[in-house]
Nanobody, 123 residues
Framework: VQLQASGGGLVQAGGSLRLSCAAS????????TGWFRQAPGKEREFVAA????????YYADSVRGRFTISRDNAKNTAYLQMNSLKSEDTAVYYC?????????????????WGQGTQVTVSS
Protein backbone atom coordinates (compact mmCIF):
# COMPACT_ATOMS: atom_id res chain seq x y z
CA VAL A 1 0.00 0.00 0.00
CA GLN A 2 1.30 3.41 -0.94
CA LEU A 3 -0.21 6.65 0.27
CA GLN A 4 0.18 10.05 -1.36
CA ALA A 5 -0.80 13.07 0.71
CA SER A 6 -1.39 16.37 -1.06
CA GLY A 7 -3.19 19.68 -0.74
CA GLY A 8 -0.97 21.44 1.74
CA GLY A 9 0.17 25.01 1.32
CA LEU A 10 0.33 28.48 2.81
CA VAL A 11 -2.91 30.03 4.04
CA GLN A 12 -3.86 32.94 6.23
CA ALA A 13 -5.37 32.41 9.64
CA GLY A 14 -9.09 31.84 9.32
CA GLY A 15 -8.71 30.27 5.91
CA SER A 16 -9.34 26.76 4.68
CA LEU A 17 -7.48 23.90 3.03
CA ARG A 18 -8.46 20.42 1.95
CA LEU A 19 -5.91 17.67 2.19
CA SER A 20 -6.18 14.50 0.14
CA CYS A 21 -4.70 11.07 0.76
CA ALA A 22 -4.67 8.84 -2.33
CA ALA A 23 -4.06 5.15 -1.73
CA SER A 24 -2.84 2.46 -4.07
CA UNK A 25 -3.91 -1.15 -3.88
CA UNK A 26 -7.21 -2.87 -3.28
CA UNK A 27 -7.48 -2.72 0.50
CA UNK A 28 -8.41 0.93 0.98
CA UNK A 29 -12.14 0.24 1.27
CA UNK A 30 -11.54 -2.14 4.17
CA UNK A 31 -8.97 0.07 5.89
CA UNK A 32 -9.50 2.77 8.44
CA THR A 33 -7.61 6.02 7.82
CA GLY A 34 -6.07 8.57 10.11
CA TRP A 35 -4.46 11.97 9.86
CA PHE A 36 -1.61 13.00 12.11
CA ARG A 37 0.56 16.10 12.21
CA GLN A 38 3.98 17.11 13.41
CA ALA A 39 4.92 20.68 14.15
CA PRO A 40 8.57 21.80 14.33
CA GLY A 41 10.15 20.66 17.57
CA LYS A 42 7.09 18.67 18.62
CA GLU A 43 6.05 15.06 18.54
CA ARG A 44 3.67 13.75 15.94
CA GLU A 45 0.09 13.95 17.17
CA PHE A 46 -3.28 12.54 16.24
CA VAL A 47 -5.66 14.80 14.31
CA ALA A 48 -8.58 12.74 13.01
CA ALA A 49 -9.57 9.24 11.99
CA UNK A 50 -12.36 7.56 10.07
CA UNK A 51 -13.41 3.95 9.89
CA UNK A 52 -13.35 1.94 6.69
CA UNK A 53 -16.98 2.63 5.77
CA UNK A 54 -16.92 6.31 6.63
CA UNK A 55 -19.68 5.89 9.18
CA UNK A 56 -17.59 6.79 12.22
CA UNK A 57 -15.03 9.54 12.76
CA TYR A 58 -13.09 10.85 15.69
CA TYR A 59 -11.19 14.09 16.21
CA ALA A 60 -8.59 15.55 18.50
CA ASP A 61 -10.04 18.17 20.81
CA SER A 62 -7.86 20.82 19.19
CA VAL A 63 -9.52 20.42 15.78
CA ARG A 64 -13.02 19.22 16.59
CA GLY A 65 -15.60 21.51 15.02
CA ARG A 66 -13.07 22.96 12.55
CA PHE A 67 -11.78 19.89 10.67
CA THR A 68 -13.79 17.20 8.89
CA ILE A 69 -12.43 13.85 7.79
CA SER A 70 -14.14 11.96 4.98
CA ARG A 71 -13.43 9.31 2.39
CA ASP A 72 -14.44 8.19 -1.06
CA ASN A 73 -13.75 4.47 -1.33
CA ALA A 74 -14.58 4.46 -5.03
CA LYS A 75 -11.63 6.83 -5.53
CA ASN A 76 -9.37 5.23 -2.93
CA THR A 77 -9.01 8.65 -1.35
CA ALA A 78 -9.46 10.17 2.08
CA TYR A 79 -9.81 13.87 2.79
CA LEU A 80 -9.25 16.30 5.61
CA GLN A 81 -11.21 19.53 5.25
CA MET A 82 -9.62 22.16 7.48
CA ASN A 83 -11.55 25.34 8.21
CA SER A 84 -10.90 28.29 10.52
CA LEU A 85 -7.21 27.52 10.45
CA LYS A 86 -4.99 28.85 13.20
CA SER A 87 -1.26 29.43 13.36
CA GLU A 88 -0.98 26.48 15.74
CA ASP A 89 -2.24 24.20 12.97
CA THR A 90 1.05 24.74 11.14
CA ALA A 91 2.67 21.33 10.73
CA VAL A 92 3.47 18.54 8.35
CA TYR A 93 0.32 16.46 7.96
CA TYR A 94 0.53 12.72 7.43
CA CYS A 95 -2.13 10.25 6.42
CA UNK A 96 -2.02 6.63 7.46
CA UNK A 97 -4.10 3.50 6.98
CA UNK A 98 -4.56 0.19 8.71
CA UNK A 99 -6.29 -2.86 7.20
CA UNK A 100 -9.02 -3.01 9.83
CA UNK A 101 -12.53 -1.62 9.96
CA UNK A 102 -12.21 0.13 13.31
CA UNK A 103 -10.52 3.52 13.48
CA UNK A 104 -7.48 4.11 15.66
CA UNK A 105 -6.04 7.17 17.37
CA UNK A 106 -2.52 5.95 18.08
CA UNK A 107 0.36 5.98 15.63
CA UNK A 108 1.04 2.32 16.32
CA UNK A 109 -2.48 1.48 15.15
CA UNK A 110 -1.42 2.26 11.58
CA UNK A 111 0.66 0.11 9.28
CA UNK A 112 1.02 2.36 6.24
CA TRP A 113 2.05 6.01 6.10
CA GLY A 114 2.21 8.69 3.45
CA GLN A 115 5.08 11.11 3.01
CA GLY A 116 3.43 14.16 4.54
CA THR A 117 2.28 17.52 3.21
CA GLN A 118 3.22 20.88 4.71
CA VAL A 119 0.52 23.19 6.01
CA THR A 120 1.58 26.68 7.02
CA VAL A 121 -0.90 29.11 8.55
CA SER A 122 0.21 32.72 8.72
CA SER A 123 -1.20 34.97 11.41
Amino acid sequence: VQLQASGGGLVQAGGSLRLSCAASGRTFSISSTGWFRQAPGKEREFVAAIDSSGASAYYADSVRGRFTISRDNAKNTAYLQMNSLKSEDTAVYYCATQPTQRLGVRQKDYAYWGQGTQVTVSS
